[in-house]
């Protein structure tokens, strides 16, 4: 765990430029109001403590993890429930989470959203 806490310190800001030839994977995540990836989108890199904001409060249905670890709260500064989504997991392991029974049963509740990790979880 300690090495999640290391990598949220050192996450880069999105226009920071890239320097030498080591690739920064970016951490990406894509929301959606309904199921099965439908009801237009919205992307996220980084953290989002309001969803309220993107009009993406309590509507979110399903996720594509592209890349990362993110954990998603059921209410707005990180707080309430959670649980992590990965560009690994999900029913098929492809960070695809299809369903709300794939999103903890969590249809339309999540409200905000933290980077957990460049890297997926497992
Ligand atoms: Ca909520």
């Given amino acids: 765990m300690a090495r999640l806490a290391q990598a949220r310190t050192v ?3 999105i226009d920071e430029p890239v320097h030498g030839s080591k690739e920064i994977l970016m951490a ?3 929301l959606y109001r309904d199921e099965n990836f439908l009801g237009g989108e919205i992307t996220r890199t980084g953290d989002d403590k309001n969803l309220k904001n993107a009009g ?3 509507v979110l249905s399903s996720v594509i993890v592209r890349s990362g670890t993110f954990t998603l709260y059921q209410d707005v500064d990180f707080k309430g429930f959670s649980f992590t989504v990965c560009s ?3 029913p098929t392991s492809n960070g695809h989470y299809p369903t709300k029974q794939s999103l ?3 249809n339309d509740a999540i409200s ?3 980077l957990n990790s460049e890297d997926p979880i497992r």
């Fill in 104 to 106: 903890a049963g969590r």
């Fill in 88 to 90: 690994t997991g999900g």
């Fill in 28 to 30: 990406q995540i894509e």
């Fill in 112 to 114: 905000s959203l933290q």
């Fill in 56 to 58: 993406f409060n309590d």
């Fill in 11 to 13: 996450w880069p800001m």
